[in-house]
């Protein structure tokens, strides 16, 4: 029968999951709401289990169907890309032959019709009247850098095509490590008039390249190496903060590249020099079309006038000519905050300005510094970097990164930085001594090193609110992190319930200072630490039953006989601690108890289990702490109940039945009250433990057991 309901279940299940409006947060909302407890809730987790798994399967069987069909499309897919890669190859190649082609037909022209070269050169004022070769040249390199630039991959976005761009040198080099000059890599490096693009070669694919780096002529320096061998042929290009050494061929290759890169260099400047003078040089405004409207003229020559003033930018100011070199020496100097002043002036005086094209191409010199910039500050805050100073050390980088406007990776890096910390000053901690010494350094260390971290997360992040989640999240990863430590020291090396219960009060109390600062984590090293402390209980709960049904099995039913009075009053402090307060109505004369020895042991470990779980308790470990009593209570209540049953001497049975009536009568009504006052609320457990009992004391010969 259960079988049937459970494949019917599970067919229900399955329509409903697969239905097109099917809502998790409402069914879980639904389920919660129709579950009668703990075991419905197990029953729909294993049919979803089931329905999970059988869907594994029938996936992967119907992979294995079709696992011949995937392997024959992958090969079809591979040769098909390897036809595109040549159609692809055959086009650029006819491209470049067309090209060619027209160019000599529109030379040819050129040479039947010099007035039509004259019109031509006269349409563009920026062509050399020297003439037509030249365009032949310079063009015919523009096809070469066209057809090069095609063979390496991921370079297109990076290089848009512009009309002065043209390819100077390029060939094969070998990449070094600058530390240890051991060889990284063969490159291609293609040199043009304004940049250097490196790309590394692709192993399966002859004459085809990847993007590597691209450096612009204006930041790249070219340095020499003096021959060692068996190193020789090298030559090193610094590119702030980074340097890479490359060998040639052969000592006359080497001497082309440097020669070439240094005569690249000087024509770049030279060019760009003369653009900022002619630039400089006051334009006349263009003279626009004649109307025949007479009711036209006053409104052009409003708009002449803004559009004449909008034009002019001037950017001859000292300053700015020098405002690419002194970032440069404020980045070298590792003077931050002057960097980032002199960017929030460039933006102050160019922030109502037009953007003009000399605008645009200061901005792009400009932004090239601002990731130099950028990446030494990241650099500032990596983990790699030294930890010691506490999270104030950080608060140079984090504030220019902020400035800059990157609150949300100077936030990312920082969180990741103060995490790193924290984690290698608990690894230095050194495990040695008692636990609970061990522990409070640990939280120490923790949550001193998190309350230091908050307070300089609100001084630095002060104006900015949508950093503050990002913070909670990297708390609760780190109270993680500390929960791991903590566990792995306490529940892990199978400490006592008692030293348990003192370093989870330890933590506790840590973790309360943080809500001076208004961050409340209780419920997270609650959440973490549930399913370790369950497993403490449920342990100690067994020891305690094994130690009880040991007791049981050995049990004579005979009086305690002390021998000294101070052992006895020993024992009545340890019962009134125990909040037994009667304890004494069952001492008698010389020293002899009117109780077992079990019943006695029984109530000391009882009571000491309920002290502890106490200290350990919140709300998600309530039935665990009750069903855990309730099973203890029931191993000395069933024990009870068979001997009074068994037993068959009346003065025995006397005896049993005075040790029943403190049992039931003493130790569960304080037992109930104590978990009362620890939890707040009662237990109906173990009211009904104690009426179930109650029966048992009325009719004391009936072979009805207590379950």
């Known amino acids: 029968m259960a079988l049937s309901l459970g494949e019917g279940g599970g067919s229900r299940l399955r329509r409903q999951l697969e239905s097109g409006g099917f809502a998790a947060g409402e069914y879980v909302k639904q389920l919660s709401q129709q579950s009668d ?5 197990q029953e729909h987790r294993q049919r979803i289990q089931a329905l999970s798994e059988e869907t594994a399967q029938s996936l992967k069987r119907n992979v294995y169907q079709n696992y011949r069909q995937f392997i024959e499309t992958a090969r079809e897919i591979s040769y098909l890309e390897s036809e595109m890669y040549q159609l692809s190859h055959i086009l650029t190649e006819q491209k470049g032959i067309m090209e060619a082609v027209t160019q000599a037909l529109l030379l040819q022209g050129d040479r039947d019709d010099p007035a039509l070269g004259a019109r031509r050169a006269a349409a563009d004022p920026f062509l050399p009247l020297s ?98 061998p068996p190193m020789k042929d090298m030559f090193k290009l610094l590119m702030f903060p980074e340097s890479r050494i490359f060998q040639a061929e052969n000592a006359k290759i080497k001497k082309e ?48 006038e803004p559009s004449a003033e909008e034009e002019v930018v001037d950017l ?16 070298a100097q590792r003077d931050f905050e002057g960097a980032v002043d002199l960017l929030d002036k460039l933006n102050e005086y160019l922030g109502d300005k037009p953007v003009s094209q000399p605008v645009k191409e200061l901005r792009a010199k400009v932004d090239e510094r601002v990731r130099q910039l950028t990446d030494v500050l990241v650099f500032e805050l990596s983990p790699d970097r030294s930890l010691r100073g506490g999270p104030r050390a950080t608060r140079r980088a984090v504030s220019q990164l ?154 004579m039913w005979r009086r305690m006989n002390l021998m000294t009075p101070e052992a006895l009053g020993k024992l009545r402090e340890e019962m009134r601690s125990c909040g037994v307060g009667n304890f004494d109505q069952y001492t008698g004369d010389d020293c002899w108890v009117n109780l077992s020895y079990t019943v006695v042991a029984f109530t000391k470990q009882t009571m000491a289990f309920l ?14 702490l009750l069903e855990s009593l309730v099973e203890i209570i029931l ?16 003065e025995k049975k006397a005896f049993i039945r005075q040790n029943a009536s403190f049992l039931y009568e003493t130790v569960l009504p304080v037992v109930e009250k104590r978990f009362e006052e620890g939890v707040g609320k009662p237990a109906k457990q173990l009211q009904d433990l104690r009426n179930a ?15």
């Open 257 to 304: 590249w440097l020669e070439v890169l240094e005569e690249t260099k000087r024509n770049r400047a030279l060019s760009e020099k003369r653009r900022l003078e002619q630039e400089a040089l006051p334009r006349p405004a263009p003279t626009p079309p004649e109307s025949t409207n007479p009711f036209e003229e006053d409104e052009d020559e409003e708009e002449e």
């Open 37 to 41: 407890g703990d075991r419905d809730l």
């Open 693 to 707: 009992s109650r029966l048992m004391r009325v009719n004391p010969e009936s072979t009805t057991s207590v379950v």
């Open 131 to 228: 003439a037509k070769e030249a365009t032949a040249s310079e063009e015919g390199r523009q096809r070469t850098l066209t057809t090069l630039l095609e063979k390496v991959e991921g370079c297109r976005d990076l290089l848009p095509e512009s009309p002065g761009k043209y390819l100077v040198y390029n060939g094969d080099l070998v990449e070094y490590d600058a530390d240890h000059m051991a060889q990284i890599q063969r490159v291609h490096a293609f040199l043009m008039n304004d940049c250097l693009l490196v790309a590394t070669a692709l192993p399966n694919r002859r004459g085809a390249y990847r993007y590597d780096a691209l450096y612009p002529l204006d930041g790249l320096a070219v340095v020499n190496v003096k021959d060692n």
């Open 611 to 624: 002290e502890e779980a106490l200290k350990l308790y919140f709300p998600e470990l309530h039935m665990v």
């Open 402 to 555: 902020i400035r800059l406007g990157q609150s949300t990776k100077a936030c990312e890096l920082f969180l990741k930085n103060r995490a790193a910390a924290v984690q290698t000053a608990i690894r230095q901690l050194r495990i040695e001594g008692a636990t609970l010494l061990y522990i409070h350094k640990l939280c120490h260390v923790f949550f001193t090193s998190l309350l230091e971290t908050a307070r300089e997360f609100e001084t630095d992040f002060a104006g900015n609110n949508g950093c503050y989640s990002a913070f909670v999240v990297w708390a609760r990863s780190s109270m993680r992190m500390f929960v791991d430590a903590f566990s792995k020291q306490v529940f892990d090396s199978k400490e006592s319930l008692s030293t348990a219960a003192e370093c989870v009060k330890v933590a506790k109390e840590h973790c309360k200072q943080l809500s001076e600062i208004g961050l409340d984590l209780t419920f997270i090293i609650h959440a973490l630490l549930v399913k370790d402390i369950k497993g403490a209980l449920q342990s100690y709960k067994d020891i305690i039953i094994e130690a009880t049904k040991h007791r049981n099995s050995e049990e």
């Open 316 to 331: 001859s100011l000292e300053w700015i000519q020098e405002l690419p070199e002194d970032l440069d020496v404020c980045i």
């Open 635 to 650: 191993v000395a209540v069933q024990h009870v109940d068979y001997s009074l049953r068994c037993e068959q001497d009346p």
